[in-house]
T-cell receptor, first 115, second 115 residues
């Protein structure tokens, strides 16, 4: 079974609008961390936001927020007020505490911001 | 400047010719890892290391070797490269393996083509 599932291969959003990128995860561990990374066309991987499984509040970092629904095992990334520079691939990832520190990445969502 | 440095950035080689991709970090990080990125598959972990002389297999270790003789370096070795190892490779490091908030910082990537 996939540990991380991103069901949206591609998304489009109008500039200045908000967009939600979906991520569901599969774990039986109680302690885990969820991450979002951005990969622009230049190829580097940029850390965006982190959510711990015991964090009660949804994580926020500037225009990025993470909609964490533990019971549904979802960790969707919300980007508010989209900018042209947000056009990139976005990857959701997870680390489980009890599986020897492996990281699992989803297949990514390609976001295009339309002027 | 804190960074993860991979070399080379681009490499074209032929089947069976041994190669090494170097990775070095200057942040005194305990945890280091190698990933390969292929279209439609996201990032998949090849090997990771929780500290010096401690390495473990990720999801796709076949055909690769690693070593961690020093804390800062984590080279990836392809003893006999094959065309199915043509991919984009990333090295990453993070401060501590034992913590849930294990934010990984990535190198710029190495694009490998095996002919």
């Amino acid at each position: 079974a996939q540990k991380i599932t991103q069901t949206q291969p591609g998304m489009f959003v109008q500039e200045k609008e908000a967009v939600t990128l979906d991520c569901t995860y599969d774990t039986s561990d109680q302690s885990y961390g969820l991450f979002w990374y951005k990969q622009p066309s230049s190829g580097e991987m940029i850390f965006l936001i982190y959510q711990g499984s015991y964090d009660e509040q949804n994580a926020t970092e500037g225009r990025y927020s993470l909609n964490f629904q533990k019971a549904r095992k979802s960790a969707n990334l919300v980007i508010s007020a989209s900018q042209l520079g947000d056009s990139a691939m976005y990857f959701c990832a997870m680390r489980e505490r009890n599986t020897g520190n492996q990281f699992y990445f989803g297949t990514g969502t390609s976001l295009t911001v339309i002027p | 400047e804190a960074q993860v440095t991979q070399n080379p950035r681009y490499l074209i080689t032929v089947t069976g010719k041994k190669l090494t991709v170097t990775c070095s970090q200057n942040m005194n990080h305990e945890y280091m890892s190698w990933y390969r990125q292929d279209p439609g598959l996201g990032l998949r972990q090849i090997y990771y290391s929780m500290n010096v002389e401690v390495t473990d297999k990720g999801d796709v270790p076949e055909g690769y070797k690693v070593s961690r003789k020093e804390k800062r370096n984590f080279p990836l070795i392809l003893e006999s490269p094959s065309p199915n190892q043509t991919s984009l490779y990333f090295c990453a490091s993070s401060l501590s393996a034992g913590r849930s908030k294990n934010i990984q910082y990535f190198g710029a990537g190495t694009r490998l083509s095996v002919l």
